[in-house]
């Protein structure tokens, strides 16, 4: 006859020969605690937000109507959703959204791929500050949109014109930002690379360029609105196609609804933008996040 022993500190029963059972794992309350924590901050920061902008389309929505502003300069947002639909069905916005679109990011990708290694150059070597700092103090004080005649003049007003005001907005917040960067980096970690005899190459790939992504980026994001916001600038004069060109010709004739459809189309462009590279700086400078244990 067979007997029955109870493992001890478990409170299983095990038969002679049968190896010993262990008692499952006991679930964790704290994990999904903090889990659930997280779900509601989230809900509550999504709701604030979306709370704010139902609160200004309704308030946009009732104004009109109620006769507090003129509908004629500012129609009821249905109305304005009823011309954004019909731009968007009959391909007009579409067309325009592309013209910008190409416009911007040309400018917006050569105005990156020449500030970034211009201001690491800048900051890291004192002689070429000393050569280009007095010249770049003068054209930084200098707005964008006050040369925009003189690349219309130099330029015409075709597209070469309107990508090159938009490269010089745009190389600006990332110069700065990326000569700013190179300049604080961390002290100690520049005397820890050296004492390891790493050569200028590795120097600038291992401890440089990763901690001055963060500061880098800043300015990339501030680029990327001011490519948005100059392009439609230049857009107003002289171009046949764009949003810029959109809200402008919809004012001209006196169509206010497509108007403020071409306005709420670039400020949602440029959210998506910015979007976009919040999420590329997170991915890039990861590194520098605690992983939670």
Same mark, same amino acid.
């Given at each position: 006859m067979s007997t029955v022993t109870t493992e001890a500190g478990t409170g299983l029963a095990t038969r002679p020969g049968e190896p010993p059972k262990t008692a499952a794992a006991p679930a964790r309350p704290g994990r999904f605690l903090r889990a659930g924590r997280r779900l509601a901050y989230g809900l509550v920061r999504a709701g604030t937000g979306s709370a704010a902008v139902v609160a200004l389309l309704l308030l946009w929505e009732t104004a009109p109507r109620l006769g507090i502003v003129d509908r004629t300069f500012l129609p009821p947002f249905s109305e304005v959703a009823r011309a954004w639909w019909e731009l968007a069905a009959d391909g007009q916005l579409a067309d325009n959204a592309r013209a910008s679109l190409t416009r911007s990011l040309s400018g917006f990708g050569i105005a990156v791929a020449l500030a970034v290694p211009l201001g690491l150059l800048i900051g890291w070597y004192r002689p070429v500050a000393d050569l280009l700092g007095p010249l770049l103090e003068v054209f930084r004080n200098t707005a964008a &949109?006050?040369?925009?005649?003189?690349?219309?003049?130099?330029?015409?007003?075709? $597209? /070469? +014109?309107?990508?090159?005001?938009?490269?010089?907005?745009?190389?600006?917040? *990332?110069?700065? =930002? @990326?000569?700013?960067?190179?300049? /604080?980096?961390?002290? @100690?970690? &520049?005397?820890?690379?050296?004492?390891?005899?790493?050569?200028?190459?590795?120097?600038?790939?291992?401890?440089?360029?990763?901690? +001055?992504?963060? #500061?880098?980026? @800043?300015? *990339?994001?501030?680029?990327? =609105?001011? +490519?948005?916001?100059?392009?439609?600038? #230049? $857009?107003?004069?002289?171009?046949?196609?764009?949003?810029?060109?959109?809200?402008? #010709? +919809?004012?001209?004739?006196?169509?206010?609804?497509?108007?403020? #459809?071409?306005?709420? /189309?670039i400020s949602a462009v440029g959210v998506v933008f910015n979007q976009l590279l919040v999420a590329l700086e997170r991915r890039l400078s990861s590194w520098r996040v605690p992983a939670n244990g």
């Open positions: &949109l006050a040369l925009l005649p003189v690349f219309v003049l130099l330029l015409g007003i075709g $597209e /070469t +014109s309107k990508i090159s005001i938009v490269v010089y907005a745009c190389a600006w917040p *990332v110069l700065l =930002s @990326t000569i700013s960067a190179v300049r /604080t980096v961390d002290p @100690t970690l &520049l005397r820890l690379a050296r004492s390891l005899d790493l050569p200028a190459v590795r120097l600038f790939q291992k401890v440089i360029l990763p901690a +001055s992504v963060p #500061a880098v980026f @800043t300015g *990339v994001r501030l680029a990327g =609105s001011m +490519s948005i916001l100059v392009l439609v600038a #230049a $857009e107003m004069i002289g171009a046949k196609a764009g949003l810029g060109y959109l809200v402008n #010709a +919809s004012q001209y004739n006196f169509a206010i609804p497509q108007m403020y #459809a071409g306005i709420i /189309t």
